[in-house]
């Protein structure tokens, strides 16, 4: 990855450079090449002796005491909703990486507020989990302190930010008023059905006889005893998101989110349309999924799973010591993406299949490749036209038979280097001969339906949403087991049921469990003995519905007001990270039709758009703590200001890429800064076409760039403009300026907002509306001919000094009659300092001593000196 980011960002770095080396050269006349003379800049730049520390506790504290960020719902208003994916409260500082991706969803909300938009713009923290708890078994804190610590941490960075955040909504997960929401819905949907308890593999440490999340369970090493980590079956709970697998796949047309978070989701739903096959084994029917059953006339062996639940049905007593070995083997807890990489690896079964069609006996194996809950958890394999199985049939010596022939070059079993899995025609398959393979799929099938040998079927790679876990800092399930009742809801009344403090965090299981008025408890139903549910929910409950509380974060009556939520939802702006692409953002849509379902809410997508920011990389490694290549936010705000940190992040990469951190273009965005500050001192009353027209015209490009997210391109657009100007500037035009640096500055454009006398706030004023009838493209072309004419002027003067030893006096321009207009005599009289006299080449009155009109051409006069 490391090679990949420089080149993306290359561009754009390129044309910072370019501008920012403009502005290096103009406030203070000094370029800057050497060393040395670059310190002479960063000097003349503390003269300035902007205070951007105290100017941005100032207006942090003006805007909180104005409470100018809190909204409330306004039916005569549009609202916009932008949100950020809400953090885990790690105690740790923000990086460069925090802040660009906070900074993203700022610069949009502050656009959309300006506009005219009534916007919530929310922040709270997802603050329950597993570093909390780790923390608390390894340095002996509670996790409740570990977690208020670090959001008081996290919160104080945040607001260092200068975020318009509405701090009167922030929420917290391991609040009680907020879990008891949790709680409460998960009786609603147990009402339903759909939620629900079946035994399932978990991560289990047979030496420390605890259940191990993934991240405890790394490369399949106990973390406490580095012991070998196997599956376990234990019960745990589930919510029913297959139910509303296709929902999830249709309603991805509704929502405006990245093609390839889209292509994600579809792939994790799964949805796979197939022939249910049945093969007789030991004259017992046993179904498998094909995708092709055109290859059925090629099936030359069977494999199931070594987690299939009737495997030892199979398996003869000859192979029982061999298949009981490599089942073993397999036992080990893999990621999936192990399995992908698997070497194919299996064990024959000593058992035999027959072919419903061909009625031939293949052999049975077990293979490590084959999954046990997906489809049947048994394939038929078809080596020639299957990747995988073509692998495992080389490996172990099995037969293979050609049934689908290439239309344009023959493939021969002899000379055969891999599967063929190309479309072709039907070989060696009976009467289903010489069909085309797509077609025979739909044959053979009613064939297969005429004999009642399978039928037509549709698979999803979805499985239910496990939301169990055997840990403490997390939501408790309301449930009690009683011996008379069984599985029995804590009734609504009762909630929350509040996760106790006193356990016991040195137990290598669950420490909840350890606290016995917590376990035992009387059963809701008959009063009589009951224990409590231990295991916790996940906290991908938590942020299923977090954004829907911060439309009502207050409320002790219910979740949320159904009104409230309405009028806000759904999010129109969604900002967070890819790596969310399928868990978080399918279960919270999830969360969401189901909510629809029950009737709490009237809409079934929260999330109408989404954007992912790209990942802030340093020396080619993803930024972050572990790594140990962090700038913090401190490192940069101390030296120059939080703006200038906010101003680069966005300028030097677009936000959807990733970037690589550099010092260096970190000065640049300082100098534009500082130029913004210095053209205050330029301000008066005056103004002309060309500034009108710059000012307009850039109103229009940075407005359009914020709202696509270009905003390194907006930047751009208003760079440029603020480096044009090197006289006067109209304060109204300078007002325009600072307001579209607001955006990303909003400290220091606040203070010059207030410096120019005005009493309101910059961060809500109204965003300027360009004016389409000074925008005059041909006043910036006129312009830079005359810079260009200028240039030339000097150097012809600076030839005739060399030559004669001569200062000329007297300029003369000849050029094209429909240019006339463009050349300003005096501004050109202004910057050279001579006299000058402009022709139409056609004026027959015209001074011309040497012919030069004739050397005159569009855009470049003839030029004559005297
Ligand atoms: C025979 C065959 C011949 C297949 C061929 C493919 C190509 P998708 O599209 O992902 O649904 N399969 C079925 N159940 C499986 C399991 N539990 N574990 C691993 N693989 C399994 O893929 C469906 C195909 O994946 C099925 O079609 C089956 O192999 C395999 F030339 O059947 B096929
Ligand atoms: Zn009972």
């Given at each position: 990855m490391g090679n990949t980011v420089k080149k993306k960002g290359d561009n754009l770095s390129k044309e910072l450079n370019k501008l920012t080396s403009k502005i290096e050269k103009m406030p203070t006349g000094k370029s800057v090449k050497s060393k040395k003379e670059k310190s002479i800049v960063k000097e003349t730049i503390d003269e300035s002796k902007v205070d951007f520390a105290s100017i941005e506790k100032k207006w942090q504290e003006a805007w909180e005491e104005k409470k100018i960020f809190e909204v409330k719902e306004d039916s005569k208003k549009k609202k916009c909703y932008v949100l950020e994916m809400y953090p885990y409260p790690s105690a740790s500082f923000l990086h460069m990486g925090h802040v660009r991706n906070y900074t993203i969803g700022d610069v949009f909300a502050r656009f959309k507020r300006m506009s005219g938009f009534n916007v919530l713009y929310p922040m709270g923290y997802d603050s329950f989990g597993l570093p909390a708890e780790i923390a608390s078994k390894k340095e002996g804190i509670h996790p409740e302190e570990y977690t208020k610590m670090a959001m008081e941490k996290i919160m104080a960075y945040q607001k260092a930010l200068g975020n318009s955040y509405d701090w009167g909504r922030t929420l917290s997960s391991h609040d009680p008023n907020y879990y008891k929401w949790n709680q409460y819905f998960f009786l609603k949907l147990f009402e339903k059905g759909l939620a629900y308890r079946k035994k399932a593999p978990v991560n289990w440490c047979e030496k420390c006889q605890s259940v191990l999340a993934n991240e405890e369970a790394e490369s399949g090493k106990c973390w406490r005893c580095n012991n070998e980590v196997v599956k376990k079956e234990m019960e745990q709970w589930f919510f029913k998101i297959t139910d509303y697998a296709d929902r999830l796949l249709e309603d991805l047309s509704k929502i405006d989110w990245p093609e390839k978070i889209k292509v994600m989701q579809r792939n994790w739903i799964g949805k796979s349309f197939g022939t249910e096959v049945e093969f007789l084994i030991n004259g017992k029917k046993w179904p498998v999924f094909t995708t092709r059953p055109d290859t059925l006339y090629g099936v030359t062996f069977m494999v199931v799973s070594a987690q299939h639940p009737n495997l030892m049905n199979l398996v003869t007593s000859e192979q029982k010591k061999k298949v009981e070995e490599f089942v073993k083997k397999c036992m080990r807890a893999r990621t999936s993406e192990e399995i992908e990489n698997l070497d194919k690896e299996g064990a024959f079964t000593g058992s035999y299949a027959i072919n419903p069609l061909t009625k031939e006996k293949v052999p049975v194996w077990i293979g490590n490749?084959?999954?046990?809950?997906?489809?049947?958890?048994m394939v038929m394999a078809v080596p020639t036209h299957d990747k995988r199985d073509f692998e495992f049939a080389k490996k172990y010596k099995i037969p293979m038979k050609i049934v689908i022939q290439s239309k344009d070059k023959k493939i021969n079993l002899s000379d055969m280097k891999q599967a063929f899995t190309e479309n072709g025609i039907l070989v060696n398959s009976d009467k289903f001969s010489g069909m085309e393979n797509r077609i025979a799929i739909e044959e053979i099938t009613k064939e297969l339906e005429k004999i009642k040998m399978g039928k037509k079927t549709v698979n999803y790679k979805i499985r239910d949403?496990?939301?169990?876990?055997?840990?403490?800092w997390g939501t408790p399930i309301p449930i009690v087991y009683c011996d008379n009742c069984g599985v029995v809801p804590v009734s609504e009344k009762d909630l929350p049921v509040l996760l106790p403090k006193k356990v016991d965090f040195k137990t290598s299981g669950n420490p909840l469990t350890t606290n016995s008025e917590f376990v035992n408890v009387k059963c809701p139903k008959c009063g009589g003995k009951g224990k409590r549910e231990t295991d916790t929910m996940g906290g991908f409950v938590d942020s299923s519905w977090y954004f829907l509380r911060y439309c009502d974060n207050k409320n002790n009556k219910e979740a949320f007001d159904k009104k409230k939520v309405e009028y806000w939802m759904p999010v129109d702006q969604y900002v967070g990270g890819a790596e969310h692409a399928v868990m978080h953002l399918m279960y919270a849509r999830f969360f969401i039709k189901a909510l629809n379902d029950l009737g709490f809410v009237n809409f079934d997508e929260p999330f109408k758009k989404l954007f992912n920011q790209g990942i802030v990389y340093k020396d080619g490694a993803k930024m972050s703590k572990s790594k140990g290549n962090v700038v913090f936010q401190t490192d940069i705000s101390n030296k120059y200001g939080i703006d200038t940190a906010r101003l680069f992040l966005m300028f030097v990469s677009s936000p959807d890429r990733q970037m690589e951190w550099s010092d260096d273009g970190v000065e640049g965005s300082f100098r534009i800064i500082n130029k913004l500050i210095r053209l205050k001192d330029k301000v008066s009353k005056n103004t002309t076409p060309l500034q009108e027209h710059k000012i307009n015209n850039t109103i229009k490009l940075f407005s359009l760039n914020i709202e696509s997210f270009d905003y390194p391109k907006a930047i751009i657009s208003a760079v440029e403009c603020l480096d044009s100007f090197n006289g006067d500037i109209k304060k109204e035009n300078y007002e325009i300026l600072l307001k579209l640096f607001s955006l990303f500055c909003p400290h220091i454009t606040e203070e010059l907002w207030h410096n120019l006398?005005?009493?309101?706030?910059i961060s809500v004023a109204d965003w300027p509306v360009a004016d389409e009838s000074k925008i005059n493209a041909k006043l910036e072309e006129a312009e830079k001919n005359v810079d260009k004419t200028v240039s030339d002027i000097i150097t012809v003067l600076n030839i005739i000094k060399e030559k004669t030893g001569k200062d000329g006096n007297k300029v003369y321009l000849y050029v094209m009659p429909f240019e006339l207009a463009n050349y300003d005599a005096e501004a050109i009289v202004k910057r050279t300092g001579k006299e000058i006299k402009v022709f139409a080449v056609n004026d027959k009155s015209k001074y011309d001593p040497e012919q030069k009109s004739s050397k005159a051409k569009p855009g470049k006069p003839g030029i004559f000196v005297e």
């Open positions: 490749f084959v999954v046990a809950d997906y489809g049947s958890g949403w496990m939301i169990s876990r055997q840990r403490y006398g005005n009493k309101t706030f």
